[in-house]
C-alpha cells in the first residue's frame, strides 16, 4: 500500500518550522500516534548559527549533520557523514514499523537534485506508511508539489496558528478510515 497522504509543511527558510514540528511531536505521541523520522535542530551560539544536527524520532540519538567548512552547495556548512548516516538508518528503519506519521525534515535544493534523503524518501512513499511529512522551504513548495504530483499531497502552511492541530486532524481522521 503508497503512503496514504504525503504533507508538505511549508514555510521560509529559519522560520521556526523545526522547532514548533519538534514540539509537537510529544503532542502526537501523548494522543497514541507512533511517530518516526527526522528532524534537523538548527545550533546557534550567541545568537549566530554554528550548524545542524540530524536527531532520529524513534531513538532519539543525535549526530552532526552540518558544520561550517568551506564553501558549498549549503553556504558555509559542510555535510557530516555520521549525520548522513543516522538520517538515512533513520528513514530506513521505517520500511516494516508501522507508523502513523514519518517526518523527514528537511526536503530541500538536495532531495530536488536527487541527492540527500531523496532515495529514502522515494522507498518512504512506496512503503505503505499512513502518511509522510516532509518539511519544505517555501520557495520550493511547487518543485517538490509537481515531484510528487501522481501522490495525494496536501499543502500546510506552517506558519498557521493551527498547522500542528491540523496535522494532527488529519492523522487521526486516517487511522479511522
Known amino acids: 500500500m503508497p503512503v496514504g497522504e504525503i504533507i508538505l509543511w511549508v514555510g521560509p527558510k529559519h522560520s521556526g518550522k523545526t522547532t514548533v514540528l519538534a514540539g509537537s511531536v510529544g503532542r502526537l505521541r501523548t494522543r497514541g500516534l507512533l511517530v518516526g523520522g527526522i528532524l534537523a535542530p538548527s545550533l546557534y551560539r550567541q545568537g549566530r548559527l554554528t550548524g545542524f544536527d ?96 501522481s501522490k495525494s499531497v496536501r499543502i500546510v502552511q506552517a506558519s498557521a496558528p493551527d498547522s500542528t492541530e491540523r496535522i494532527e486532524q488529519m492523522l487521526l481522521a486516517g487511522q479511522q478510515r
Open 54 to 149: 540530524v536527531e532520529d524520532l524513534s531513538s532519539g540519538r543525535r549526530a552532526p549533520l552540518l558544520r561550517p567548512g568551506r564553501p558549498s552547495d549549503v553556504g558555509r556548512f559542510v555535510f557530516r557523514q555520521q549525520g548522513l548516516d543516522l538520517g538515512k538508518s533513520a528513514l530506513d528503519s521505517l520500511h516494516g514499523n508501522r507508523a502513523d506519521l514519518a517526518i523527514v525534515d528537511e526536503f530541500g535544493p538536495l532531495e530536488l537534485s536527487g541527492q540527500g534523503w531523496r532515495k529514502a524518501v522515494d522507498r518512504l512513499v512506496d512503503a505503505g506508511l499512513a502518511m509522510l511529512l516532509l518539511v519544505v522551504r517555501q520557495e520550493l513548495c511547487d518543485e517538490v508539489s509537481e515531484l510528487y504530483a
